[in-house]
């Protein structure tokens, strides 16, 4: 099973760019489609962005669309999210997880007992 190790959180002012990384123990291209989630202290784990299994098409919740960025390098089985324009509503912690049956026109592809695969979570802080 493929194991997932998220790097990149920490602290950054309101509006300021933070950038996740999610480092996958085997090629995740064509096999997984891989996803963000992040959850807030007394909330549900939410659906941040996606990426297809191929060929890479991007998805986001409507929260974060022109702010947050999902991208893939395949050669290093590495995802990442990049956070632009953080908001006091956007920290959490960050989970990437894989799924191997998610299609993303289907809304399922949201939910986090869609994805077989978890990281362990990065702690994402922004300050007013």
């Known amino acids: 099973q493929v194991q997932l190790v998220e790097s990149g959180g920490g602290l950054v002012q309101a509006g300021g760019s933070l950038g996740l990384s999610c480092a996958a123990s085997e090629r995740t291209f064509g096999r997984y489609a891989m996803g963000w989630f992040r959850q807030a202290p007394g909330k549900e784990r939410e659906f941040v962005a996606g990426?297809?299994?191929?060929?890479?098409?991007?998805y986001y919740v409507d929260s974060v669309k022109g702010r947050f960025s999902i991208s893939s390098d395949n050669d290093k089985n590495t995802v990442y999210l990049q956070m632009n324009s953080l908001q006091p509503e956007d920290p959490a912690i960050y989970y990437c997880?894989?799924?191997?049956?998610?299609?993303?026109?289907?809304?399922?592809?949201?939910?986090?007992?869609?994805?077989?695969?978890w990281g362990q979570g990065t702690h994402v802080t922004v300050s007013s």
């Open positions: 997880a894989a799924g191997e049956k998610i299609f993303y026109s289907d809304s399922y592809a949201l939910r986090p007992e869609a994805y077989e695969y």
């Open positions: 990426i297809s299994r191929s060929p890479g098409s991007e």
